[in-house]
């Protein structure tokens, strides 16, 4: 399994020399699809949202196709998601993106998909694939209806905690029963099946 899990998206040549080695193509012959789906729940202006995907149109990708799990069936998405080499998931409320990963069912999926795939994880998109959600934020937002289920079980794919956008108060550090990597905008974990390597331009800390 490879995954890249960032902080701040592709931000800088470190993390997209860790993306080309997990990749293993020139960009130009690889497909990604962009799951924009925490962002739905997020109110205001989306320059972030914006900034990733300019950068994956800056890096030359052969198709950049956006998969809104929460907006569209199964039939839908999955065949659009296994013609993806790269699976990137983007940033927002990372509850909401949990959610929609368990109700649509790409959360039973996505293991089998990343025998093939290389999964990119922006800020919720890199929470939701540890074992747990809960320093997500302070407070639990409403999904969609507040009677549905809200999960802090994240998917379990690695066996640590992430802590995203360190030096920003909105995160803040909590204690866990697992590692946790606290990474800024410029770092990213990167996994590469048992093999996981920090890579950097910025701060980030192992607790």
């Not at 925490?38 to 300019?54: F, V, Y």
């Amino acid at each position: 399994m490879k995954l890249l899990l960032t902080s701040g998206g592709i931000s800088n040549q470190t993390i997209i020399d860790a993306l080309k080695d997990l990749a293993q193509k020139p960009f130009d012959q690889l497909n990604v699809a962009f799951i924009p789906t925490a962002a739905n729940l997020e109110a205001g202006d989306k320059w972030w949202l914006i900034k990733d995907l300019q950068n994956c149109k800056n890096l030359g990708f052969a198709e950049i196709d956006i998969v809104d799990i929460s907006a569209l069936p199964k039939e839908v998405w999955l065949p659009r998601l296994n013609i993806a080499d790269i699976i990137m998931v983007g940033g927002g409320n990372t509850y909401h993106l949990m959610y929609w990963f368990y109700k649509s069912g790409l959360s039973e999926i996505l293991p089998d998909l990343l025998k093939t795939k290389v999964y990119v994880g922006i800020s919720a998109g890199s929470l939701v694939v540890t074992p747990s959600i809960v320093n997500a934020n302070s407070e639990k937002q409403p999904v969609i209806d507040i009677n549905e289920t809200i999960y802090d079980d994240g998917l379990g794919l690695v066996d640590f905690m992430v802590e995203p956008h360190i030096n920003n108060s909105y995160f803040p550090e909590l204690n866990f029963d697992y590692p946790v990597y606290a990474i800024d905008d410029n770092s990213a974990i990167k996994i590469d099946n048992k093999n996981i390597t920090i890579v950097s331009e910025g701060q980030w800390k192992l607790f």
